[in-house]
């Protein structure tokens, strides 16, 4: 089956700085989603990007579907950011699978 | 438009036991999967139903089964209870199969 590796797995920012997060799959997709896990569980939805470039805010992504990859950048980061990021794919099998995600600590 | 909504929010359990989550999908939605998050880990595919059947499965034993009603909620029942049930499930819906919205999740822990 398919592959979703992250990278970096952890990252610990100081508030104001900005960050690069990085998704490689395996296989082509038909659809890639980033979400940001909050303390208490529960999955945010940032993006839904199977190709392209998105902006929303102090958030953008880029998925380059031909090489197999996304980035999820994050610019002037606050201590709201903090969680876990998750990369997801979906390759025509009806079941997102996750990557292992990034844990953010961003520090006042 | 109240999202998607997972009943009950916690729940402990004896092992053994059987229990039953439920879901109700983002209004317009008629795809509901639900998805096992053990701690510290991502969150992995359980099962998928649409048209009230279930489309896909994920690599859990039979213990893991589930239902779609006409409203297209869902509910996920788990029998014979063992400690590594333990975890945070969650349901997530969508329209077909395109972006996938998540509930707030049901933490399972089974003693």
């Known amino acids: 089956g398919i592959q979703v590796e992250q990278s970096p797995p952890d990252l610990i920012l100081q508030e104001g700085a900005n960050s690069t997060l990085r998704c490689n799959f395996s296989d082509s997709v038909n659809n890639l989603q980033w979400f940001h896990q909050n303390p208490w569980g529960q999955l945010i939805n940032l993006f839904y990007?199977?190709?392209g470039t998105k902006q929303n805010g102090r958030l953008s992504a880029t998925t380059v579907a031909t090489e197999r990859y996304s980035l999820l950048y994050i610019s002037s980061s606050q201590t709201t950011d903090s969680g876990v990021y998750f990369c997801?794919?979906?390759?025509?099998?009806?079941?997102?699978?996750f990557g292992t995600g990034t844990r953010l600590k961003v520090l006042a | 438009d109240a999202g998607v909504t997972q009943s009950p929010t916690h729940l402990i359990k004896t092992r053994g036991q059987q229990v039953t989550l439920r879901c109700s999908p983002k209004?317009?939605?008629?795809?509901v999967s639900w998805y096992q998050q053990a701690l510290g880990q991502g969150p992995q595919f359980i099962f998928q139903?649409?048209?009230?059947?279930?489309?896909q499965r994920g690599n859990f034993p039979d213990r893991f089964s589930g239902h779609q009603f006409p409203n297209y909620s869902s509910e996920l029942n788990v029998n014979a209870l063992l400690l590594g049930d333990s975890a945070l499930y969650l349901c997530a819906s969508s329209w077909q199969n395109t972006e996938a919205f998540f509930g707030q999740g049901t933490r399972l822990t089974v003693v």
């Open positions: 997801a794919v979906e390759a025509g099998t009806y079941k997102y699978i």
């Open positions: 139903y649409y048209e009230e059947e279930e489309r």
């Open positions: 209004s317009g939605h008629d795809t």
């Open positions: 990007i199977p190709s």
